[in-house]
């Protein structure tokens, strides 16, 4: 299956059609950006450790019966999948207080929370992606029927029950993380977008130290090295 049109290009990826309309391939950049798009820069090979990351991820979660997008890495940068209707929701799940969280609430930065807690932002860049709740989704007409808020926030807690011990067993906590779901063409709902540290926040068991798009956000650098790090992990396990 090869590119024949570009779709959409994004903050972090470029989406092409192919010949055939069920599937589409994400072609993963090396841009990143911060704060809805005000910090912006690039890191040479970040595209294709994400898009290791991602693969490597979505096949451990199709294999353990939660439905993706994903079918296959092409080559470094580009992965084929289905073409979905997206669902402009942002779903954030968090085991560990930090970023927004502590922020606006005032919960400690690295503090446990007592159960993992699951939030919706609208996914909205003009809005500034703004936190909303069910009833929100439903009059913005994002999803149609209350079910399927809860069939997303039940495969979300299924997805972090996966995650967290995988990410343990390797020296990593997952703190929290950013999902994506779209319809696809049966109507079924599944898991889309990307799983990386673009999106996840992972730190070291050990040295505490982000091994994500934080040290971007903080300016720490070592980027790099850090999603590196994460993919090493991954697959030497
Ligand atoms: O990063 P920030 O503190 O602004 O947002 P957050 O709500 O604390 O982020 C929670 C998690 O979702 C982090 O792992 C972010 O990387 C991720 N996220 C994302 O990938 N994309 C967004 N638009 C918002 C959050």
């Known amino acids: 299956m090869s590119k024949t049109e570009l779709l959409y290009e994004g903050k972090a990826k470029k989406i092409w059609k192919t010949e055939d309309k069920e599937f589409l391939i994400s072609e993963f950049k090396d841009d990143l950006t911060a ?16 898009n290791q990351i991602s693969s490597a991820l979505f096949k451990l979660l199709n294999e353990k019966g939660i439905p993706t997008h994903f079918v296959k890495m092409l080559d470094e940068n580009n992965m084929l999948h289905k073409s979905c209707d997206v669902i402009k929701i942002e779903v954030i799940v968090r ?3 930090t970023g927004s969280l502590s922020k606006n609430l005032g919960i400690e930065n690295g503090k446990v929370l007592p159960f993992t807690l699951v939030e919706f932002d609208y996914k909205n860049d003009e809005l500034g992606d703004p936190k909303i709740n069910d009833q929100h989704a439903l009059i913005l007409g994002l ?13 979300a807690r299924q997805i972090n029950e996966i995650l967290k011990p995988y990410f343990f ?26 799983l990386s540290p673009d999106n996840c926040r992972f730190w070291d068991v050990e040295s505490g130290e982000s091994l994500d798009k ?6 720490q650098g070592g980027l790099k090295l850090a999603y590196e790090q994460v993919l090493n992990r991954i697959l030497n396990k």
């Open 214 to 219: 934080d040290r971007f956000r903080q300016g």
């Open 95 to 97: 085991n560990i207080a």
């Open 143 to 155: 999803v149609q029927h209350q079910d399927e808020l809860d069939k997303i926030r039940r495969v």
């Open 169 to 194: 067993e390797r020296g990593l906590k997952l703190v929290d993380f950013k999902l994506e779901f779209g319809k696809d063409k049966d109507g079924n709902i599944i898991l889309i977008d990307e």
């Open 35 to 50: 704060f809805n798009g005000e910090k912006k820069s690039s890191e040479e090979g970040k595209g294709a450790l994400n």
